[in-house]
């Protein structure tokens, strides 16, 4: 794989014109099942390979992709990148540069105890049709029990005219269940388990489906969503005291701290599809965030974490970079040539989505740290006189700078006096990102701290999806507007 | 036929044949795309993507009980397809039997509806730099920066099985959209999507969204509450879009999930709405067949106000006794549930500039932002936030910018009050279907409603 790399690059390098080249190898296997009603509705692998080549040519950047893993194919796409950089080279008025680094050379595996493409087909579907079993018999209110499993390898190489030679393999997955129970008065209700959308995702092998307790989770699930039928709604009312359990605030965390703090956001390239950042680079160290309780970081290196890696695909080395320091913002996620325009080094944060996308500054696992002396959960909640415990994810939507966000979530219980005392349905939270985290009085300490993952960040043009960790424990907010504004 | 679509065949029906395996189908695709984005003022990520994928689906009978999987594959040869059917049949044997298979398409399906052909769109790399390069320029004399996107594309799709049944077609796409951004913050949007690259009019695109951006100079900020709005095609879309992920499938009816639940022959929008998905005919951008081989048809979803009808694949409506729409779920998407791909709303008997007439006080919206429809899908309710180009409407004109907004509206309740669409419809990309898009007029709504104003950026 590495010859056939390296023999584009050799072709590269004898280009009049070149100024940096990286030729990116991968290829992806996936695996996903999915069982509804204990019926299988889908099972699926899929094997894409193919080679990604970026350059800097006559000072304009130009990316190309082709199918097939071969010394032809990378050859071939190494040719039409180069071509699209001369092209484009015609209208850049500003050349392109990208910050030094130091070329490595070597390889990251994911480690895992065991093999999830070894374990067989049987014995997944056994587990799912079980799951969807369990909640089914919550009652004939459970319309829909879905549970999924989804598993991905990627093998990746990466060569680079900075003499960076880099081998990684990847192994991840998870599984995740959910029901949907409607009611005779029409009333439909979710619960998703662990979490909404992708369920519990990250790094690593079987073991992490070995120790969910799927079925006892499915369970759960159904008689949740037919609790939630017979639920009142939460009331709308501003000034409420609200506890965001851990799956609910990774999200809060992905869509109002990641996203503006991506620098290629905060510097206008992402305007056409996702918008800009609130966060300008002229605000770095001065600009107040949230309250001192709050630590954001980026943290390439969390075990198990789907934004855990060796090196970026600039060849960066996955590392730790504080975003917001006791409610300070101090940091961003960058890359080469957006490091450079700061005159900083990059925080490694370049990830193309398979080999067919240019990389872009995409999350890595960034997280709200936990409080080393935080309560637990149930100790904040004991603490807390008249609120609200906000539980999974059920809708998300946030202005085009990050700042104006409202978020639906499964399910709400309420607190008083330091107890839960009944459940509400369709909570809806509606805030601004700085005055929200300026709220937070609490965050819970690191037993309660969880690393979640998210498979589809959608990100780009064309669309790339990728896949970031978070992580986060319990945390409470004072001054929240419920409803929906 | 064009000869690469002849070649894909060729190698779709060899690599079945080669597998031996009995009841195959294979789902080819085969795109290469030209993406110019700019951003800053600069064309700064330009690509060229050559995309490949197999889709092989095989399905092992036993006592007309059959089992199910399907595997995607990069290598598009007869060898690769031949690889990707037998690892799909060893899988379909220890599958657990999917009930109701209805089995593939036969030969005897009718047949797609014929479209008259493009002419080839693949500009070159000089050629949209070029094109990109002229809006810089418009843009730059009127001090603003551009961002945006000019993607010239050529899908090609086949569709082979085991039972005879064989599909071809060529699918250009092309679009152009503008960012006209200033210093202050405004920021205006144009775009065009047509099926091919050289009927797109960068020039008056770029003008369209300096001319917004001008206007929309230091924007007021309004308060929370109700307003009439017209909304444009952009805007239109963002919500269509949702309803397709929620609405009009077959399995959010049959799960109870949907606004259409229960509801087939009911009005549920006012009587000057209709939406069909087309996938067949001239304009459509998607291939004339779904992924199973069904001919897509002109399916009212809304005729006149009143839920019509549900989309369907083969599976779905199998277990409804009921016949496939031509639906089935694009092999790349997340999930496997039939969805329509090809809305078009008709329009009415208006312009954009007499439907703003018809507002004494109100909102001109020209797009959408972060809609999300999964707060309460049996109500289609939907929250987003206005962007590039919000306005007053004052007596019946075009008045000061507003800041960005926040609606959370049943749009369904919204379409209840639609008091004018426009006679024009206008395709419109969908952000989750490279390639694909749909068609909207612009809208006349009364009392839109918005939950939240306007949010001030902390200073820089």
Same mark, same amino acid.
């Given at each position: ?240 005291? /609200? ?21 290629? &956001? ?77 005159? /900083? ?16 500054? &995409? ?123 | ?55 092989? $689906?095989? =399905? ?34 220890? !599958? ?9 398409? !036969? @030969? ?25 390069? *002229?809006?810089?320029? !418009? ?54 999507? *047509? ?55 077959? $399995? ?16 549920? !929008? ?12 001239? $304009? ?19 005729? *006149? ?97 507003? @800041? ?12 209840? @009050? ?8 206008? =395709? ?33």
């Amino acid at each position: 794989m590495l010859e056939a790399l390296r023999e584009a690059l050799s072709w590269l390098k004898k280009q009049r014109g070149l100024e940096y080249a990286e030729v990116r190898f991968v290829d992806e296997g996936t695996e996903s099942i999915r069982v509804r009603d204990g019926r299988v509705e889908a099972v699926q692998e899929a094997d894409l390979l193919g080679v990604g080549v970026r350059v800097i040519a006559d000072g304009a950047w130009g990316f190309a992709s082709s199918s097939g893993g071969d010394a032809a194919s990378a050859t071939r796409a190494a040719e039409r990148a180069l071509t699209v950089a001369r092209a484009t080279a015609k209208t850049v008025r500003e050349r392109a540069k990208i910050a030094p680094i130091e070329p490595s050379k070597g390889r990251y595996d994911t480690p895992f105890v065991r093999d999830p493409f070894a374990v067989s087909a049987d014995e997944k579907i056994d587990l799912l049709v079980r799951a969807t079993e369990s909640a089914r018999r919550k009652g004939a209110l459970v319309r829909r029990a879905e549970a999924r499993m989804g598993w991905v390898r990627v093998r990746k190489a990466l060569v680079t005219t900075d003499g960076t030679e880099v081998i990684q393999r990847f192994v991840f997955g998870g599984a995740g269940v959910s029901c949907f129970a409607v009611g005779s008065d029409g009333v439909a209700q979710r619960r998703s388990l662990p979490a909404s959308m992708d369920g519990e995702a990250g790094q690593g092998g079987y073991e992490r489906v070995d120790a969910m307790d799927l079925v006892a989770t499915a369970e759960r699930a159904g008689e949740e969503s037919v609790a939630l039928l017979s639920a009142e709604p939460l009331a709308a009312r501003s000034d409420a005291t /609200v506890i965001l359990e851990s799956s609910q605030l990774a999200l809060q965390v992905h869509e109002s701290c990641g996203h503006p703090c991506e620098l290629d &956001r905060a510097m206008g390239t992402e305007i056409s599809l996702a918008g800009g950042s609130f966060l300008q680079p002229s605000m770095l160290q001065g600009f107040r965030y949230g309250s001192s309780k709050v630590n954001l970081t980026a943290d390439a290196t969390n075990p198990g974490g789907l934004g855990t890696f060796g090196w970026d695909d600039e060849g960066v080395r996955g590392t730790k970079t504080p975003l917001v320091q006791e409610g300070m913002f101090v940091g961003y996620l960058s890359s080469r040539e957006t490091a450079a325009r700061l005159g /900083v080094a990059s925080s490694g944060a370049m990830r193309a989505d398979g080999f067919g996308r240019a990389p872009l500054i &995409r999350m890595v696992n960034v997280n709200l740290e936990p409080d080393p002396r935080g309560p637990t959960l149930e100790e904040l909640i004991a603490d807390t006189d008249d609120g609200v415990l906000l539980e999974t994810n059920k809708s998300w939507s946030i202005d085009d700078l990050r700042l104006n966000f409202q978020f639906g979530c499964e399910v709400a219980w309420e607190i008083k006096r330091g107890k839960r005392v009944r459940m509400l349905r369709d909570p809806v939270y509606t805030g601004v990102t700085p005055r929200f985290w300026a709220g937070c009085d609490a965050i819970c300490g690191p037993s309660d701290w969880r690393l979640w993952g998210i498979t589809t960040c959608g990100k780009g043009e064309p669309m790339q999806l990728m896949q970031v960790g978070h992580g986060a424990a319990p945390a409470r907010f004072y001054g929240v507007e419920l409803g929906h504004g | 036929m064009d000869e690469r679509l002849d070649a894909m065949l060729r190698d779709a029906r060899e690599g079945l044949a080669r597998s031996k395996v009995p009841a195959a189908e294979a789902f080819v695709h085969a795109s290469d795309r030209g993406f110019a984005r700019f951003s800053r003022g600069e064309l700064d990520q330009h690509v060229e993507l050559e995309e490949r994928r197999a889709v092989v $689906r095989v =399905a092992h009978t036993v006592d007309g009980r059959s089992q199910i999987a399907s595997v995607t594959t990069s290598d598009i040869s007869a060898s690769g397809i031949a690889r990707a059917a037998t690892r799909a049949s060893e899988m379909a044997k220890v !599958t657990p039997v999917t009930e109701g298979w209805p089995g593939f398409a !036969t @030969r005897d399906e009718p047949a797609p509806a014929s479209r008259s052909s493009i002419a080839a769109t693949m500009r070159s790399a000089e050629e949209r730099a070029g094109a990109v390069g *002229r809006i810089l320029e !418009t843009c730059r004399e009127r001090s603003l920066a551009a961002a945006g996107a000019f993607e010239s594309s050529e899908h090609r799709t086949a569709l082979v099985n085991t039972l005879g049944l064989e599909r071809a077609q060529r699918t250009p796409f092309a679009t152009c959209k503008v960012f006209a951004l200033d210093a202050g913050g405004s920021s205006g949007f144009a775009q065009q999507t *047509r099926r091919s690259a050289a009927d797109i009019d960068v020039d008056a695109i770029a003008s369209r969204a300096v001319d917004k951006c001008m206007a929309g100079r230091d924007p007021v900020a309004l308060p929370p509450g109700e307003y009439d709005v017209v909304l444009e095609p952009s805007a239109v879309v963002e919500l269509l879009e949702w309803l397709a992920f929620t609405t009009f499938g077959a $399995r959010e009816v049959a799960d109870g999930t949907s606004a259409f639940a229960g509801r087939i022959g009911e009005r549920v !929008t006012g009587s000057n709405v209709t939406l069909r998905d087309e996938g067949a005919g001239d $304009r459509s951008f998607s291939s004339a067949f779904d992924r199973e081989g069904t001919a897509r048809s002109s399916l009212v979803l809304i005729d *006149r106000g009143v839920a019509t009808s549900v989309a369907y694949d083969r599976l779905y409506a199998a277990r409804e006794g009921r016949a496939s729409t031509g639906n089935a779920a694009p092999p790349s998407s997340w999930d496997d549930a039939p969805i329509a791909q090809s809305l078009v709303m008709d329009g009415g008997s208006d312009t954009l500039e007499s439907l703003v007439s018809k507002v004494d006080r109100g909102l001109w919206i020209t797009r959408f932002h972060y809609v999300n429809g999964f707060l309460d899908p049996r109500r289609t309710l939907m929250t987003g936030l206005t962007r590039d180009g919000t306005f007053v409407i004052d007596r019946g004109a075009r008045g000061r910018g507003v @800041r960005n907004m926040r609606f959370t509206d049943s749009v369904f309740e919204a379409l209840s @009050r639609c008091e004018g669409l426009s006679s024009l419809i206008e =395709a419109v990309p969908t952000w989750w279907s490279d390639g694909g898009a749909f068609y909207a007029p612009a809208v006349l709504l009364r009392g839109l409603r918005f939950s939240g104003g306007g949010v001030d950026p902390p200073p820089a």
